[in-house]
């Protein structure tokens, strides 16, 4: 599942994706388990950011601040792999 997150209410945990939690789950009364989605707006400056602030940010955003940058990765790059090259490990 592409961008999934882990939602919680009362003792029921689920994994759903980014969508399906901001659409229904959000409004029925989950909460996200691994803190909150971000979206970015405009540009932000993702070197300045923490390992764990990156865990955050969506794949595809990432995506788009390497490509902006010219820093080489692939379509299939994981997200732990995008935010190691971000953070230079």
Aim: aromatic fraction near 6%; proline fraction near 0%; avoid cysteine.
């Amino acid at each position: 599942m592409a961008n999934s997150v882990t939602v919680k209410k009362g003792k029921k945990e689920l994994e759903v994706s980014e969508k399906a939690y901001r659409v229904y789950y959000k409004d029925q009364g989950y909460e996200l388990v691994d803190g909150e989605v971000t979206q970015l707006d405009g540009d932000v400056d993702l070197f300045a950011l923490s390992k764990e602030e990156l865990e955050k940010i969506k794949v595809d955003d990432l995506k788009a601040f390497l490509d902006k940058e010219e820093i080489d990765h692939t379509g299939k790059t994981k997200k732990d792999e995008l935010i190691a090259l971000i953070v230079g490990e």
